[in-house]
């Protein structure tokens, strides 16, 4: 009896250690019944134990994690090494003071040798190492970026100091050919010839003096021909400028009876009287997309047919052949009068050329009076006044004249005109946009006070 009471309490022990183990799995394998059905072959295959089978895959890929590969399939030398010297290395990572570790550190230290699995499928072919960024090229990066760089003892480079900022600035020539010739030498390099531009320079061509004469008119006791000869002169320059200045005026007008002729018409046209401005109504975006009518449907051209493509491509050659056969009559028509081609561009040619001369003396002829009046980029060469007294205003001795003119615009205008300056548009000086406020203090307004 002792015996099987015995046998009775082992195998139950055993029944509810594998109903425990078959409850959960370490591994997991899926949650079963603590109570599992004995009945058929299909309950005993699903609640059958394999834990054993679970622990030896799971060491399997535990190998593979570290190994890469299962032991079973290693060589003895691969896995088994004699070490008598060991590993300097080694003994460097190893603590000095404590060889207690991390757990963040174990668990970063632990790197499966297995690859990680990607979204998506790499290429068979090895990857290129990415290459090291030269010290050159990691500079102009960063002068391009505008970081702040560390120079010598930690000292931050001047980013405005030459060739440090962010232009770019590449060696000059010089200092790229620095030591390689001597300063001293005798042996000049021949540099090479400037070619002069076709253009003539306009000043060879003009003529007028620094300082040039005045006109006989200017005088105090002028020749009445003379005076009179200048005061027609002067008063057609400003009858001239009043012309213009009432053309620019009439211009204006113009354009503003233009625009109130404009909304005039379209006061009218809406019914309402002009000057009065009437709140245009709004409508509504979908009252006018119903109200529009449909566009018609646009109509895609139909694929050709054979026949149709050869009937176009033979009336295309037809129209290639007779438009061939029309330009070799006409270069037959022509072979016959090239002699009085030739000719007649002959004439044509010394026509030209012949105009071309006379435009040339006329320009060089009024170049010799100065650029006066003519456009030299943006600016006109200013022409100058012209210092004339009317008849009254004459003096009969040196000692009653009154001086006319400036003598400093005068030189200034010479120099324009005979192209030692360049030409200036007017620069009057601005007037201060604040004016200067007057404040009368309360002392000043009882200064009758004290008396």
């Known amino acids: 009896m002792a015996v099987s009471k015995t046998a009775s309490s082992t195998s139950a022990s055993k029944a509810a250690a594998s109903k425990q183990k078959a409850a959960s799995s370490a591994y997991g ?30 060491g399997l890929r535990a190998e593979e994690r570290v190994t890469g590969t299962f032991l079973q399939n290693k060589k003895d030398d691969e896995l088994f090494q004699v070490d008598v010297q060991g590993d300097d290395e080694v003994r460097r990572t190893l603590p000095k003071f404590s060889e207690r570790v991390l757990t963040s550190t174990k668990i970063l230290s632990e790197r499966s040798a297995v690859p990680a699995v990607f979204s998506r499928t790499a290429s068979s072919a090895k990857v290129e190492k990415r290459k090291a960024v030269s010290h050159e090229d990691k500079s102009r990066l960063l002068r ?50 400037v070619k002069a531009p076709q253009t003539d320079n306009p000043r060879t061509h003009i003529a007028l003096p620094a300082v040039p004469s005045p006109h006989e008119g200017t005088s105090y006791n002028p020749p009445l021909t003379a005076h009179q000869q200048l005061l027609r002169a002067a008063h057609e320059k400003e009858e001239q400028k009043a012309k213009s200045a009432e053309e620019v005026e009439q211009l204006k007008k113009k354009l503003e009876q233009a625009r109130a002729t404009a909304a005039a018409e379209a006061a009218a046209a809406q019914g309402v009287a002009p000057g009065m401005k009437v709140d ?82 006329a320009l060089q002829e009024k170049l010799r009076s100065g650029l006066a009046g003519q456009r030299i980029g943006k600016h006109v060469v200013p022409e100058g006044e012209i210092d004339v007294q009317l008849g009254e205003e004459l003096s009969e001795s040196l000692r009653g004249l009154k ?39 309360h002392s000043y307004k009882r200064f009758d006070r004290g008396f």
Not at 45 to 58: A, F, Q, S, T, Y
Not at 295 to 317: C, D, G, I, N, S
Not at 406 to 434: G, S, T, V, W, Y
């Open 280 to 361: 245009e109504p709004v409508e509504d975006e979908t009252n006018e997309a119903e109200s529009a009518d449909p566009l018609p449907p646009k109509k895609m051209p139909e694929r050709k047919t054979k026949q149709q493509r050869r009937k176009a491509e033979r009336l295309r050659a037809e129209k290639r052949a007779l438009a061939e056969k029309a330009a070799r009559k006409r270069m037959l028509a022509t072979v016959d009068s090239a002699k009085a081609l030739r000719k007649a561009i002959a004439r044509n040619l010394a026509t030209r050329e012949r105009l071309r001369a006379q435009r040339q003396a």
């Open 29 to 58: 394998a899926p949650a079963q019944r603590t109570q599992s059905s004995r009945k058929g072959k299909r309950a005993w295959r699903k609640n059958v134990d394999i834990e054993p089978v679970e622990e030896g895959l799971e």
């Open 144 to 193: 391009m970026s505008k970081r702040l760089r560390k120079g010598p003892f930690n000292a931050y480079m001047d980013p405005d100091q030459v060739g440090e900022g962010s232009a770019l600035l590449e060696l000059s020539e010089a200092a790229k050919k620095a030591g390689t010739y001597d300063v001293w030498s005798e042996d000049v390099p021949e540099r090479p010839a």
């Open 403 to 441: 001086p006319e003119g400036n003598l400093f615009r005068d030189r200034f205008l010479n120099m324009q005109q005979r192209a030692l300056i360049e030409p200036h548009a007017p620069n009057p000086a601005k007037k201060p946009r604040r004016k200067t406020k007057e404040y009368e203090k």
